[in-house]
């Protein structure tokens, strides 16, 4: 199997998220720290309420720390305006989600064509030929022209994970992405993401509560009450 490279895609520096003021102020995140390279898989575990969203979330520049440093493939976006945000979750990271967020009035080529506009596509073939042929990658040739209601749960998550590295991005971000599938599609689900992304050398980052991701990833991340440890000997879940 390919190993992780140099390239630190994903740096999370003594990152604390604290939400709201006062009385009602919850901490979410604790002096977190984390690298995550190139081509490499990384689940973060936790049980519920653990911080796993809010670190995923502004891992993905969605949502800024009280507190600590991010960089993202070398840039600081730690107190980056909106409009640089939104150029790098555009260019350097692809989303999936547990509801997968497919636009409903979208086919599956649509869906995947749609974020391949206004965005670099690397020289490479134009938007609607380099949608069509990753969603053949994905098994989905034969549901192209399918809008979201009428493809069972495992394909739409194929549709997405598909979309999220349509863009080439080099990092993903993944928030229980099998949480609404059955194990059988969540396992086909993850091991494509995996196989392609190890193919491809992108950085992933699963969260998950779901102890069967494990099998997955190459490194486990877990976290408690907002604080973060790498010792895959402790089974919290
Ligand atoms: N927008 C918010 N405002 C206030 N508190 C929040 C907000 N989002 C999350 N929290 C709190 O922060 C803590 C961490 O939440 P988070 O969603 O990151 O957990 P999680 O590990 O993803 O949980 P789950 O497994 O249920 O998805 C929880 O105590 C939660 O109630
Ligand atoms: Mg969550």
Not at 27 to 36: C, K, N
Not at 57 to 75: D, F, N, Y
Not at 120 to 141: H, Q, S, Y
Not at 183 to 188: I, M, V, Y
Request: charged share 25%; glycine share 8%.
């Amino acid at each position: 199997m390919l190993s992780a490279d140099r390239r630190v895609i994903l740096q999370l520096e003594g990152v604390s998220k604290v939400y709201g003021s006062g009385e009602l102020a919850v901490t979410a995140l604790r002096e977190a720290t984390f690298r995550v390279y190139g081509g490499e898989i990384v689940a973060v575990m936790g049980p519920s309420g653990s911080g796993k969203t809010t670190l995923l979330t502004i891992a993905g520049a969605l949502l800024r720390p009280t507190k600590g440093r991010v960089t993202i493939c070398g840039v600081d976006v730690t107190a980056m305006n909106e409009s640089h945000l939104a150029a790098i979750r555009r260019e350097r990271i692809g989303f999936v989600y547990q509801s997968f967020n497919l636009l409903e009035a979208l086919t599956a080529l649509e869906n995947v064509r749609v974020v391949l506009q206004n965005n670099r596509t690397n020289g490479k073939a134009p938007a609607l030929e380099r949608a069509r042929d990753i969603l053949e990658v994905f098994g989905l040739g034969h549901r192209i022209n399918s809008l979201p209601k009428k493809m069972s749960d495992g394909e739409k998550q194929r549709v997405a994970i598909a979309r999220a590295l349509a863009k080439d991005p080099e990092l993903i971000l993944a928030d229980e992405p099998t949480a609404n599938l059955d194990a059988k599609r969540g396992h086909e689900v993850m091991d494509l993401l995996r196989q392609k992304a190890l193919e491809l050398r992108k950085a992933v980052v699963v969260v998950s509560h779901d102890n069967r991701i494990r099998e997955f990833a190459q490194r486990i991340v877990w976290l408690e009450d907002g604080r973060l440890h790498e010792d895959s000997a402790t089974p919290l879940v």
